[in-house]
């Protein structure tokens, strides 16, 4: 993990490998943005007319390198833009911060450290600006740069594996010694930790994920943590009657898994439910994919990893709301053993289900885990998964959606991933599409109508959550996984989505502000 460090330190007398400044697009040409004073000092006031003669426009994930001025220390300047000039000029948008911060971090990986002198007047500029570069900053490498034993056995011809994430970032501007400053950065440091664990996992190949070892990844971060964790193996769901989840990983070789991870507080007043689709592998089962759409599948498991990754970051920041996450973990494979369609899985609730396809698992699973976590009777109830292709076709690769019980539970659902800088978008649940989810043989089937498909799944997990509770759904099938190329603070690969939402939720909650 990246090392973030605030200094009192000027841009000027900062050694390290590169100095980051901001630049935003003008009418006239780029211009400057605050903290960049000492850097364009050192260019005797010509730093923009030097950048806007290389090229620069100070457009947004536009990155300018030039050799530094000879007052700096740092031997190289970076400028990074960001985007269009705000009305104000200390008003610049914190996720416009967090994806210039990123694209710098990312285009200097391989160095030891760099200075980023980007706006950071204000505590919720300066943990913008922390986020983003530590997000950018990530690479996994966990499965490159082995010791090649074909290579001649000389130290030149040794491989010196995958370029390295940027060591260490340094804020300049921030007020090093505030206590404001010192909290917006550690909060950032945990967050990204635990989102980037959440990447991790995502990205892990499924022969070395499935349920169990996931399962034992969430016990070493609850007793390094101060979490409960629960958890249930077959034995364990076939007592408790779990025929979702057992239905789904019946066809593996890797059986399944529940498991429960509780933060308390001695102080909350609320508690929050987070449960998170966990597929480690989904091959669709008898409902087999087609070729094309097996090679990323092991992302299924997107979900579980952000509920993961936002119960590890509530007890990390000691916040004053109990949180208990529910990861429904199985693997989705054809066998002799796997459920057929035209079967019917009778649900924790009692609720009986006939598969229509097997490919529609994601469902089954959530739903045994809705009810478990409804009857702890939480305040609300948030689950988050890559749940349909429909919801990618409907808003894209990068926007997930946001299905509820409860308007006003939607909007704050919204408004909160917005300020967080996670694009989302409120979606219905139209009553008129229940219909066709009926069975002739069983109580609902897990498939109706194929147009509106996203929100006819939302619809059926909507019929596994206890009465009177606050729920809502995010569907990330498409921000979850990035299979372009990496963009601002996003990677190629998993992503983290929906772990900033949550854990700004389980603040508001904290705060008493639950919507």
């Given at each position: 993990?990246?090392?973030?460090?605030?200094?009192?330190?000027?841009?000027?007398?900062?050694?390290?490998?590169?100095?980051?400044?901001?630049?935003?697009?003008?009418?006239?040409?780029?211009?400057?943005?605050?903290?960049?004073?000492?850097?364009?000092?050192?260019?005797?006031?010509?730093?923009?007319?030097?950048?806007?003669?290389?090229?620069?426009?100070?457009?947004?994930?536009?990155?300018?390198?030039?050799?530094a001025?000879?007052g700096?220390?740092?031997?190289?300047?970076v400028?990074?833009?960001?985007?269009?000039?705000?009305?104000?000029?200390?008003?610049?948008?914190?996720?416009?911060?967090?994806?210039?911060?990123?694209?710098?971090a990312?285009a200097?990986?391989?160095?030891?450290?760099?200075?980023?002198?980007?706006?950071?007047?204000?505590?919720?500029?300066?943990?913008?600006?922390a986020?983003?570069?530590?997000?950018?900053?990530?690479?996994?490498?966990?499965?490159?740069?082995?010791?090649?034993?074909?290579?001649?056995?000389?130290?030149?011809?040794?491989?010196?594996?995958?370029?390295?994430?940027l060591?260490?970032?340094?804020?300049?501007g921030?007020?090093?010694?505030?206590?404001?400053?010192?909290?917006?950065?550690?909060?950032?440091?945990?967050?990204?930790?635990?989102?980037?664990?959440?990447?991790?996992?995502?990205?892990?190949?499924?022969?070395?994920l499935?349920?169990?070892?996931?399962?034992?990844?969430?016990?070493?971060?609850?007793?390094?943590?101060?979490?409960?964790?629960?958890?249930?193996?077959?034995?364990?769901?076939?007592?408790?009657?779990?025929?979702?989840?057992?239905?789904?990983?019946?066809?593996?070789?890797?059986?399944?898994?529940?498991?429960?991870?509780?933060?308390?507080?001695?102080?909350?007043?609320?508690?929050?439910?987070?449960?998170?689709?966990?597929?480690?592998?989904?091959?669709?089962?008898?409902?087999l994919?087609?070729?094309?759409?097996?090679?990323?599948?092991?992302?299924?498991?997107?979900?579980?990893?952000?509920?993961?990754?936002?119960?590890?970051?509530?007890?990390?920041?000691?916040?004053?709301?109990?949180?208990?996450?529910?990861?429904?973990?199985?693997?989705?494979?054809?066998?002799?053993?796997?459920?057929?369609?035209?079967?019917?899985?009778?649900?924790?609730?009692?609720?009986?289900?006939?598969?229509?396809?097997?490919?529609?698992?994601?469902?089954?699973?959530?739903?045994?885990?809705?009810?478990?976590?409804?009857?702890?009777?939480?305040?609300?109830?948030?689950?988050?998964?890559?749940?349909?292709?429909?919801?990618?076709?409907?808003?894209?690769?990068?926007?997930?959606?946001?299905?509820?019980?409860?308007?006003?539970?939607?909007?704050?659902?919204?408004?909160?991933?917005e300020?967080?800088?996670?694009?989302?978008?409120?979606?219905?649940?139209?009553?008129?599409?229940?219909?066709?989810?009926?069975?002739?043989?069983?109580?609902?089937?897990?498939?109706?109508?194929?147009?509106?498909?996203?929100?006819v799944?939302?619809?059926?997990?909507?019929?596994?959550?206890?009465?009177?509770?606050?729920?809502?759904?995010?569907?990330i099938?498409?921000?979850?996984?990035?299979?372009?190329?990496?963009?601002?603070?996003?990677?190629?690969?998993?992503?983290?989505?929906?772990?900033?939402?949550?854990?700004?939720?389980?603040?508001?909650?904290?705060?008493?502000?639950?919507?």
């Amino acid at each position: 993990m990246t090392a973030l460090t605030l200094s009192t330190a000027g841009a000027a007398t900062l050694r390290a490998d590169a100095l980051v400044v901001g630049v935003a697009k003008g009418v006239k040409g780029p211009v400057l943005a605050p903290g960049s004073e000492a850097v364009d000092k050192a260019f005797d006031g010509k730093l923009a007319a030097v950048l806007a003669t290389l090229g620069a426009t100070g457009a947004e994930g536009e990155l300018t390198k030039l050799p530094a001025a000879s007052g700096l220390k740092a031997p190289v300047v970076v400028a990074v833009g960001l985007g269009p000039v705000p009305d104000k000029e200390d008003a610049y948008d914190a996720e416009a911060l967090r994806r210039a911060a990123g694209t710098a971090a990312r285009a200097l990986s391989g160095s030891k450290k760099a200075g980023f002198a980007l706006p950071a007047g204000s505590v919720e500029d300066a943990a913008a600006v922390a986020e983003g570069a530590l997000l950018g900053s990530y690479a996994f490498t966990a499965y490159q740069g082995g010791e090649n034993k074909l290579a001649p056995k000389d130290a030149k011809s040794k491989d010196s594996g995958p370029k390295q994430p940027l060591a260490e970032v340094t804020l300049l501007g921030g007020k090093a010694r505030d206590k404001g400053y010192k909290a917006a950065v550690e909060r950032a440091l945990a967050l990204v930790e635990e989102i980037n664990r959440a990447r991790d996992l995502i990205n892990t190949p499924p022969n070395d994920l499935y349920p169990e070892s996931f399962a034992a990844v969430a016990t070493a971060a609850g007793k390094e943590h101060g979490i409960k964790v629960q958890v249930l193996d077959e034995k364990a769901l076939v007592k408790g009657g779990y025929g979702g989840i057992l239905g789904v990983g019946q066809g593996s070789a890797n059986g399944p898994r529940l498991v429960k991870l509780a933060y308390t507080h001695p102080k909350a007043e609320k508690t929050l439910a987070f449960v998170g689709k966990g597929i480690t592998y989904d091959s669709g089962g008898i409902s087999l994919k087609p070729a094309g759409h097996n090679e990323t599948m092991k992302c299924d498991m997107s979900g579980a990893a952000a509920v993961f990754a936002a119960v590890v970051t509530a007890a990390r920041l000691g916040l004053k709301v109990n949180v208990t996450g529910w990861l429904a973990l199985a693997e989705n494979m054809p066998s002799g053993n796997a459920t057929r369609p035209g079967d019917v899985l009778r649900m924790y609730s009692g609720k009986t289900v006939e598969v229509l396809n097997t490919d529609a698992e994601g469902r089954l699973v959530l739903g045994d885990a809705l009810t478990r976590a409804s009857e702890e009777k939480p305040d609300a109830i948030v689950d988050v998964a890559t749940l349909t292709g429909a919801m990618v076709l409907a808003l894209g690769n990068r926007t997930f959606g946001i299905m509820a019980n409860d308007d006003a539970f939607r909007t704050s659902i919204h408004e909160i991933a917005e300020e967080v800088g996670e694009a989302s978008w409120p979606m219905p649940l139209p009553a008129d599409l229940r219909k066709g989810m009926d069975s002739p043989t069983a109580d609902i089937a897990n498939m109706g109508e194929r147009m509106g498909g996203g929100l006819v799944a939302g619809l059926f997990l909507k019929e596994f959550v206890g009465e009177g509770i606050a729920w809502a759904h995010l569907d990330i099938a498409g921000p979850a996984f990035h299979e372009g190329a990496p963009y601002g603070y996003t990677p190629k690969g998993g992503t983290g989505s929906a772990v900033r939402t949550l854990v700004r939720l389980a603040e508001r909650t904290a705060d008493g502000d639950l919507g």
